[in-house]
């Protein structure tokens, strides 16, 4: 990534791998919680259109008491289709209603940005997947915390319709599709329509490095996002 990335905001493939990979590293040598994964895409067509890989973090556990049952899809037992990684989940009492949450941060071709995706599962039998208006209220909850779209709440502070800032997504590696009625795998996330005019504010007061030196420019454009887009969501919240 050049310095002139820096003032239009966005990083090019190459440099979201970059960035994301030496984040994951150093996100895991302080011990920080869940533990980030480099998953790797092993499809050339989809390396090509979109990055080598997407920065994966598995395993975090939110109360899910606000979650009724009848507002969660019943589509069985999809236990695989959250996380592939069992060993990274933590230990839940079998009688706590919890929700675990995967996040995924996965490139957007289209905007030349960084996509924060999250999909839930209940910790409880049969580990039913979240539907998106479930996802997006524990994300709002979490969002209206921090002050973000205040001018689209209404006066007695709940969302208006058009106020989430969270929309089904489709994810780029792993196949599954967005859309309020799909079930297995829904993934939701903040599009990324303006990621490049907040990078912009967040970077303009660094011209970045030389050319010479682009690897430390993507860790910092990397690490300068995930602070931003880690506040919306709970359980990545902690800075390095």
Not at 9 to 37: H, L
Not at 125 to 140: E, M, V, Y
Not at 216 to 239: I, M
Request: glycine share 8%.
């Amino acid at each position: 990534m050049s310095a002139h990335s820096f003032a239009n905001g966005t990083i090019s493939s190459s440099g979201f791998a970059v960035g994301a990979t030496a984040f994951a590293k150093q996100w895991n040598d302080s011990n920080q919680t869940p533990v980030a994964r480099w998953v790797p895409e092993t499809d050339e067509t989809k390396r090509n259109r979109v990055a080598d890989g997407y920065l994966a973090f598995e395993g975090v556990c939110i109360d899910g008491d606000e979650v009724e049952d009848d507002k969660i899809d019943e589509v069985g037992d999809v236990s695989e289709d959250v996380s592939d990684d069992e060993a990274s989940l933590p230990p839940v009492s079998k009688n706590s209603n919890k929700i675990l949450l995967e996040y995924h941060v996965v490139y957007s071709a289209s905007y030349r940005t960084p996509l924060l995706l999250v999909r839930g599962q209940q910790t409880l039998p049969p580990k039913r997947t979240l539907k998106f208006s479930d996802l997006d209220t524990i994300l709002w909850n979490v969002s209206t915390g921090i002050g973000l779209e205040e001018s689209n709440v209404v006066n007695d502070g709940s969302p208006t319709v058009t106020s989430s800032l969270f929309a089904p997504m489709d994810h780029p590696h792993s196949g599954f599709h967005g859309g309020s009625q799909h079930t297995q795998g829904c993934f939701v996330g903040a599009h990324p329509c303006e990621t490049k005019h907040v990078m912009r504010l967040l970077l303009e007061n660094d011209d970045g490095e030389s050319e010479s030196d682009s690897k430390k420019n993507d860790e910092q454009y990397f690490a300068a996002w995930f602070g931003f887009a880690s506040r919306a969501v709970p359980g990545l919240g902690t800075a390095l």
